[in-house]
């Protein structure tokens, strides 16, 4: 368990604009940050975060919260940990008792998996180092390919004692259960016996985002035929290759910052160019660029460079990666080496300078290089070039953005000699039998819309909900300024009519919202908004130095998330940069007498209409015994409904 001083400390330290920051590419807008969600597949940015309120919110979604629910939703911490990666992050130190083996039982299988992966990282960085196996072959071979001390730790490199089963030994000991370890796939299990699947192998880990450990990626040392020269952690519940880039953690930040992020294929490019000190790269791992490796990439920035060795088939093999990067509207460079040369040989080989030298002035846009690539097979042959040709334009329709693909068409029109009109009129075919089957698409949708919009009758604004929620906007953000509220009071004149008479007076505002509720007998319909009603109203009674950031942290997950959807809600609609046309809004804090006072107003109005829908009813259902004292309780909730309205400024 982790104390409550210590978690009310990590609330108070961390931020939740840094922390998001961390996998999210967040831009100023206004007082907030937006950016692109992490939880779906968007090109406008729906994702907003508020440093003043220390919340999210993802609109594309509906998901949102404070910065742990964001660690929690994201990287699918539990609440201890997501403690303990913000207490890492600040260097904050925590107060927890250690957890026993009974404990490590009761944990749930993903959170097992894990602390099992876990384990293994630090087992294996211990044989490395401490071992005289592990220094003689692991150490040697990190050294003879130039690693530091410093950047083997940096990335918990490890290795795999060449026995059949001593990790395995090892973690059962420890009292780690062979069930997990079998999932994990550190462990082989056959016919009852138990072996190590990276037997002999240096290790290198592979990290979330987060810097979790969710697989390993394994490199033999001796010439063996019959084994792999690499082996990876199967498919498991925390590892999806298909989702994970090598070197993503500890790249995130410099990516964000440098705008780019140079592509390679194996561990070793990422290691070797980190420490000539080009940070913001990331690998495939040898596997075939995915749709969800560029997403990741897509959080922190719209630039990546490809990084090719002088493997001509290699690079024709991954070229189809590029038209799934265009497919995101990112921007895609390409560099190759030498030949003979990789991004591990050539960073090994040259200075930092020298290094961002060559990748500056030899990174090609994406169209001259695939030109340049193909052109050079089929430029003797006018089939092979037409394809070609056909080729790059299908790349070009991958573009969103019709204004690049038009500059792309010039470029492509330049660099293999033909027409541009040829090459518009090619990628209008393609654009029009994919605008073709989209539509046959959007059809066939829209005829099974048709079904349930018979079905279905739309659905009213619900007026109450909309003014509960309101009110405790209201509450949430203004519940402790004391304003002046000028309140009406039913008065008769002269005449022995009813008038509204003006009378000011101070009050807190949470206080007014309460009294005025109360006069009037005001109940909340919506169970949820009673609930936070009640609960906001006695916290800001008790506690004068009310803080919104930490009675979010304080309430359950479900009140906190309902808070947070009310907060953002608004500031999604916050006006941007107006101040710099001299145009200046006036701002909502500017005005909190006069919103509090016409949402109570709007919802008085709301309750006396139903209340004369009732009493016609009534009378309908009544009507050869139409009561008197009705139509008076109707003349009189219409009187009072055209005063009010008359005070809101609006016409009956």
Known sequence: MISPASIDLVFETARVEEVIGDFVNLKKAGSNFKGLSPFSDERSPSFMVSPVKQIWKDFSTGKGGTVVSFLMEHEHFTYPEAIKYLAKKYNIEIEETEQSNEQKDQANERESLYLVSEFA?????????????????????????????????KFDLGYSLNEWQAFTDEALKQGYKLDYLEKTGLSIVKDGKHFDRFKGRVMFPIKSMSGRVLGFGGRI????????????????????????????????QSIAKEDNCYLVEGYTDVIQFHQTGITNVVASSGTALTSEQIRLINRLTKNITVLFDGDAAGMRASL???????????????????????????????????????????????????????????????????????????????????????????????????????????LAQISKKEFQEENKQFKTEQRAFEVIKHQQPLEKVDVQYTLERKIIEVLLLYGNRTESFEDLVLKENDKGELVLEPVIHEAKVFEKVFLDLQDDEMQFTNPQFKNLYYTIIDTLNQNPDFNLKNFVNIVDAEMGTEITHILMEDERYTLDNWQRMNIFPKEKTHTVAQLVSETILSLRCFLIDQKVKDFQQEAMANIADVNKNILEEVKDYSGLKMLLSRKLNRVL
Do not use: W
């Open 121 to 153: 990282n630090t087992y294996f960085q211990k044989i490395l180092h401490k071992t005289d196996q592990g220094k003689a072959i692991g150490l040697s071979y990190f050294k003879e390919r130039g690693f530091t001390d410093d950047i083997i730790k």
């Open 221 to 252: 040392l001796i010439n063996d035929k019959k084994a792999a020269k690499y082996v990876n952690s199967p498919e498991s519940d925390i590892y999806h290759k298909s989702h994970v880039l090598y070197g993503i953690f500890h790249a995130k």
């Open 320 to 426: 189809r990666g590029i038209d799934l990067i265009l497919e995101q509207g990112m921007n895609v460079k390409v560099c190759t080496f030498p030949e003979g040369e990789d991004p591990d040989s050539f960073a090994k080989q040259n200075t930092l300078q020298e290094l961002t030298a060559y990748l500056t002035e030899n990174a090609k846009d994406f169209i001259q290089f695939k030109a340049s690539v193909l052109f050079e097979e089929s430029k003797n042959d006018p089939i092979k070039k037409a394809e070609t040709v056909r080729d790059i334009v299908n790349s070009i329709a991958k573009i969103p953005d019709r204004i690049k693909k038009e500059i792309y068409i010039q470029e492509c029109a330049r660099i293999m000699d033909i027409s541009e009109e040829v090459l518009f009129s090619t």
